[in-house]
């Protein structure tokens, strides 16, 4: 693990784990074979040598296919100490690898001997070579590979980007995001330093690790702290639950998803989880509702820490502490080894406490900018999140809402997120996530989507009563949906889009015909009673 210059990067970072902790755990699947610290170095170095002697170079970028696992995470830590590494998720199909692989600019594709028709396929049509591992006896050889090229004995540099992202939003076209070596070294860091992680923690890796959340956020925090991760070939709530009742694991972040769970399991059955050995629980990449928090924290009897991050900042850019230190419900907690700024519409930086604007960040985990021809908003105090949030007086940060999903209702803004709190705080909502919807008078409206807890009977009267006693009444969903699911990202962010072509047009026609009747009247009696020539909607 030397090809990288020594400066704090998560390689040198990973060689003082490796040398402390040679013979201990790194890596273990749920069937318990392990990979010790020592053997991960040793297959490390070794996929370093097998790109190296084939000509490949520091700007080459690797598109690694690969279900995760142990065997994933040897290899994303090879590639991209000697190339670009760029994982993917290989469950997409053929289309969706073609785009990616084309946008990445791939050299080569390695996967796995049971890869699938979809990476094949992509790979042909292409015509980008396709390399296959083959891990026997933790022996990890790349095969076939390249003739030998030239070499230029280029070094890879702190600089140098480490890791190819596509962003885990809800925008349409991804932005491909590249995350230095330096960078990723200083975020897992700090993460583990704010967690207080050490050699006897233990986490399981419940998020992809194709993404930022489960790649940095939880394996690279622990391994450079000299804890041992539990890697699932995909996620398993069973061997998940197992986990926690055999006392393997100390931490764990997640989702709200994953949360939710662990509360349906404990509702099953109380005695599920009356036995584990966790010392607190993260959670990151969507908001996780107080009450939620709450009912986790009983259940486990053990703090949950929330947290914000983005792929763009190599995850984390802001957390709650653990007790002592201030922990706030509803907050993200306070800025970790960046510097978070609040903007108004002008771009200029708020300072009073209370007052919500765009969430900029600068410092070393961020990106440089976006590699796909798309705009970097980067600007006088960082880069441009798109998320909406204020601080408290204490420095805490509580975010609001995306700036593209506000919703103007009759010039009203409405932040979806804050909506959703609101109704997942009714005791017999499960989950909910609100969308905009055109509206022919008012511009646009709020549409909730509602799924309601087993075995109730939840009405759209009872949803609609339940906030309108929390929110001010223009921020009370118009319409409201019941569905088996909110569709989300791999991360757990809501897609709003998909609700909204799912569901906005035939609800729309309905409340379109209803009020705009009811409106038409209403404004006509008012316009009568105050001899006014017009009457605004509100």
Known sequence: MNSVRNEETLVSLLLEAAAKHADKVALFNAEGKGTSYGTLQTNVEELVKQLAQSGFESDDVVAVILPDGSLMVQVILGCMQHCVCAPLNPEYSQSEFEQYLLALKATIILTDQTISRAVHQA????????VTLTDTDDNLILSPLCSPLPKTNSQVLPNDTALLLFSSGTTAVPKLIPLAHHSIGITAKTIGEHLTLTSQDNTACVMPMFHVHGLIGSVFSTLISGGSVLCFSKFCETQFLNALARKEITWYTAVPAVHQIVLDAHQRNPDTLSSHQLRFVRSSSSPLSPDKMSALESVLGVPVIEAYGMTECCHQLASNALPP????????????????????????????????????VSGGGVTSGYLNNVQSDIGEFGLLTGDIGHFDEDGSLFITGRLKEIVNRGGEKISPAEVDLQLVAHPDVKSAACFGAAHETLGEVLIGAVVSCANTELTEADVKNFVSLRVARHKVPDHIVFVNEIPTTLTGKPQRGVLAERFSKAHIDEINSSSSEMEVLVASIWKSVLSADSIGLE
């Open 123 to 130: 790979g042909v049509a292409l015509n980008i070579p396709i």
């Open 325 to 360: 230190d201030i922990r706030k419900q509803g907050s993200v907690g306070r800025a970790t080894n960046c510097t978070i700024t609040i903007l108004d519409e002008d771009g200029d930086r708020i300072d009073s406490p209370g007052i919500s604007g765009q969430i900029a």
